[in-house]
């Protein structure tokens, strides 16, 4: 019997392959394997090449360490006020521990899912429909704070949670929507009312100070009229008293005695004249060629008189 060396050969030779494809494994960055030994776990396996013994050692599981994105499905929530509400949300989470992911939970994905979404229902359970719509931020830290306490057994660690929608029913989005109308609307008539009182102060403020301004000017007119008044009666007064120093300078000069007495004189004979002409009834000198004498007369009565 003949045996073929070269079958035998190129066996050793595959098998000597396949050894070498089992011992040797390279690992991605960012990437955690977790290798059994019979059954058993054995190691974690870093980024890196590393070396496994075939057939008695497996890769098991293989982790991403990077940041993972979870979409939670959407779910129907009732508020303190019982009113429905449906919240969809997405959670950030991010592999720790390979060996606990791994054995910590059957899925821990599907844990953590489930598990946000009954920490959602409990946290918006306790709170009104308007204030669920203020609070997202605590929403979000609450459902964080509670996942990331039961996730550190999965080797998971919790970063973030984020809701991206909240929704009521119809009936209840018709009555915010009203509501919302009639706070615009009582806010506008509410800047009208302080627009016309302003107004209204703007107006009162013109017109007072337009009245201090009137007043004022008739006030400076009034002092002026009565300056102007004051210069004219001094003047006038200033006048007459020129008018008699002069006159009593006249009086003293030689021959003004006598320019008096004519002076007074002619007053005399003007007044008669004007008394003969009152009630037009003329009255007549009893000796109407005696015109002499009664200048005459006049000139003695300035004489007593002085």
């Known amino acids: 019997m003949e045996f073929n060396f070269g079958g035998v050969a190129f066996i050793l030779f595959v098998i000597a392959i396949v050894f070498v494809v ?25 980024p890196g090449l590393n070396i496994v ?42 592999v720790t521990d390979a060996m606990r992911a791994s054995y910590g939970s059957s ?17 918006i359970g306790k ?18 704070n509670a996942i990331d306490e039961s996730a550190a057994n999965w080797g998971v660690k919790v970063l973030r949670y984020e ?3 909240l929704t ?42 337009a009245s201090i301004a009137k007043s004022e000017g008739e006030k400076q007119a009034s002092i002026n009229r009565a300056e102007g008044q004051a210069a004219a009666i001094l003047s006038i007064a200033e006048a007459s008293a020129e008018a008699i120093r002069k006159t009593a300078a006249a009086i003293q000069s030689p ?5 008096v007495n004519l002076k007074v004189a002619e007053q005399y004979v003007a007044a008669f004249g004007n008394l003969a002409k009152t009630n037009n009834s003329i009255i007549i000198p009893a000796n109407m060629g005696d015109i002499g004498g009664l200048i005459a007369t006049a000139m003695n009565v300035v004489k007593n008189q002085k």
């Open 53 to 94: 013994i075939p057939f008695f050692d497996r890769i098991a599981y293989k982790h991403i360490l990077k940041e993972i994105p979870l979409d939670v499905p959407p779910q129907v929530c009732i508020t303190r006020d019982n009113t429905q509400l449906s919240v969809d949300g997405i959670l950030y989470f991010q």
């Open 163 to 165: 809701i991206k929608d």
């Open 127 to 144: 709170m009104e429909l308007d204030k669920t719509f203020e609070e997202r931020d605590h929403i979000n830290t609450s459902i964080v």
């Open 255 to 259: 021959g003004g005695s006598d320019a």
């Open 107 to 123: 899925n821990y994905v599907a844990a953590i899912t489930q598990l946000a979404q009954t920490t959602l229902r409990s946290v």
């Open 22 to 46: 089992k011992t040797i494994n390279v690992v991605p960055q960012q990437h955690a394997w977790v290798v059994e030994r019979l059954g058993k776990y054995h190691a974690t396996l870093g």
């Open 168 to 209: 009521p029913p119809k009936e209840i989005l018709h009555a915010m929507q009203a509501q919302i109308t009639a706070e615009r609307e009582k806010r506008a008539l509410i800047a009208a009312s302080e627009g016309r009182k302003q107004e209204q102060i703007n107006i009162a403020t013109g017109e007072r100070e």
